[in-house]
């Protein structure tokens, strides 16, 4: 399969692969054959062998049920170290807490937190490296860290001259794009590229878009090859089997993740310290209906918001599982009906403007203005991310 592979040399211009189709209407088809690049060992081990490998992975880094660093042990790879970002390398720490690094107890080699103040791996972690894999399983989000610290890894290995391999793996929100367009005045951990909430691409594609479209510190560029999916529909539905963050359970969460996410930047919970995280939402204040919960500090939501206080609010469990889902696109009413219903003054908190990547949104919910008008002032944005996306698609676009 060494054809498959694609190879991102510095300074070499990338080519057009696809076209931008909008998909904010389809009927996306359930399919589960697609094969992640980890589990295509063939096409990526001549890359390793020989050599003293860095490991970026969690628990979803998987080949079947084995995990990808026993996999390498078994084939007698020199795995030096394993770097592990937010949640952890089992992934059981809440979203945002400290991690500290130390020796997985399954290998003992040891583990570096890329979270935290030590986001960015340094000098002296890279120091025994030859070659870097990458393998996380992402959601697509611009909010969802690990396409930060995919940045960061590239960054910190074309300063070293470490080649980086991104084993690549589907998307679960990779059926359309929306949202408005990240704003460099609110470039954070949580959003660092002017793209939008929800990006179409898989995180072997963003990868290619990172790396091409100079966005690394000090326009450098990585030694970077991706190992391609194969049988991947961007159309589908890949229902993960294995949970990505403590908080996203089940491809519900995974599905409603990108609207639900932007109650963080409010006073609204979205039912961390449940049962069913990011798949309802509530508050005190809400008129009651007949749905409420009441949030509790439990592994992965310590401190959740409202603790110990009954919520009322609304169960969306059902919506990601209809089979006419023709609303591939952020569900703005929940979070404007909230803020009618709320009625307080901090609804808002300075969060918010982080995850919506502009200070507009805010500003227009506020103003009243209709869904309409405020999904119309984000289409050139959106417009002008499709001819760059474009560029870095490694499979076929969305269909018409």
């Known amino acids: 399969m060494k054809a498959a592979i694609f190879k991102i040399f510095p300074f070499i211009l990338c080519f057009v692969l696809s076209c931008s189709i909008h998909a904010q209407e389809i009927i996306m088809k359930e399919v589960g054959q697609t094969l992640p690049g980890a589990s295509q060992t063939e096409a990526y081990l001549s890359l390793i062998q020989n050599k003293t490998v860095g490991v970026v992975a969690n628990q979803t880094s998987l080949i079947g049920t084995t995990h990808l660093v026993d996999s390498l042990l078994n084939l007698g790879i020199k795995v030096q170290c394993i770097f592990t970002p937010e949640h952890g390398f089992r992934g059981e720490a809440d979203a945002g807490a400290h991690i500290i690094g130390g020796k997985d107890s399954r290998t003992g080699i040891n583990i570096i937190s890329l979270y935290g103040n030590h986001k960015k791996p340094s000098k002296e972690d890279l120091s025994q490296l030859e070659v870097l894999l990458f393998d996380l ?3 697509g989000v611009r909010f969802y860290t690990y396409i930060s610290t995919l940045t960061y890894v590239m960054e910190a290995c074309s300063e070293q001259n470490i080649p980086v391999i991104v084993l690549d793996r ?6 359309y794009i929306d949202g408005p367009v990240l704003e460099k005045a609110h470039q954070s951990f ?6 939008p909430i929800v990006y179409g691409m898989t995180i072997g594609e963003y990868a290619r878009m990172v790396n091409c479209e100079k966005w690394l510190t000090n326009q450098l560029n990585c030694d970077l090859t991706v190992i391609p999916l194969r049988h991947y529909d961007r159309n589908a539905i890949d229902k993960l089997t294995v949970r990505p963050s403590p908080n996203l359970p089940n491809y519900q969460a995974i599905f409603l ?12 919970s979205i039912g961390r310290g449940t049962d069913f995280p990011f798949q309802v939402y509530g508050h005190p204040n809400l008129p009651e209906t007949n749905f409420s919960f009441i949030p509790e500090s439990r592994a992965g939501a310590s401190a959740p918001k409202h603790h110990d206080t009954k919520c009322n609010g609304f169960d969306l469990r059902t919506l990601a599982d209809q089979p006419e889902m023709k609303y591939a696109k952020l569900n703005l009413q929940w979070l ?5 219903s709320v009625k307080q003054d901090k609804f808002f908190n300075s969060y918010f403007e982080k995850l919506a990547g502009t200070s507009e949104l805010r500003r227009q919910i506020e103003g009243g203005k209709s869904e309409e008008d405020i999904r119309k002032s984000w289409q050139n944005g959106i417009e002008e991310f499709r001819k760059i996306r474009a560029k870095y698609l490694l499979y076929p676009d969305f269909e018409e």
């Open 336 to 340: 404007m009906q909230a803020y009618q």
């Open 190 to 195: 949580v959003g660092m590229h002017q793209v």
């Open 257 to 268: 993740f990108p609207s639900l996410c932007l109650f963080e930047g409010t006073s609204v």
């Open 137 to 139: 399983q992402d959601v």
């Open 170 to 175: 589907p998307n679960p929100n990779g059926f």
